[in-house]
């Protein structure tokens, strides 16, 4: 099925399966699930801000890192800029953190508190390279906007 069809039926499940008011590991949980159902990437989850560095959240995928500093990798860039990163070709990044030997292009969508502070990534890794284009930051920028609202209470 085309990526983008698969966005629009992520973006409107997302909407009914994840609840306002609910604990966040929860929603963070179904998530994932909800992307990796539909994409079927190599690893989709996410880590959350906590003081100075990343912590591993729920994840759909192999094993992962459990924490990155702020600004360190790909993820930890991300949440320092306060913006979508597309990643080409993962070993080419400088500072890449190889959590897995197979990611060659990755994605990572901050999402965000009514403050406009950070609370967490979307970090999304393909074991191909260049996989991930223009409408993949668009649609994934969407989900985390309506993740953004269905996690701030």
Not at 12 to 27: I, R, T
Request: hydrophobic share 40%; with cysteine; aromatic share 8%.
């Amino acid at each position: 099925m085309d990526r983008k069809i698969e966005y629009e039926l992520i973006l409107a499940e997302s909407e009914a399966l994840l609840e306002e008011g609910l604990e966040m590991v929860s929603n963070l949980s179904n998530a994932a699930a909800l992307l990796q159902q539909h994409l079927n990437f190599h690893w989709t989850g996410f880590y959350l801000v906590s003081g100075n560095e990343l912590v591993l959240g729920p994840f759909q995928g192999p094993v992962a890192c459990t924490k990155i500093a702020k600004g360190k990798g790909v993820c930890g860039s991300a949440w320092e800029l306060k913006k979508t990163l597309v990643v080409a070709d993962v070993h080419n990044f400088p500072g890449h953190i190889a959590c897995s030997p197979l990611s060659r292009s990755e994605i990572v969508v901050p999402f965000y508190n009514n403050s406009g502070e950070v609370l967490g990534v979307l970090d999304i890794d393909s074991h191909l390279l260049d996989d991930f284009g223009d409408s993949d930051q668009e649609y994934l920028e969407k989900f985390c906007e309506i993740l953004s609202r269905k996690l701030v209470k």
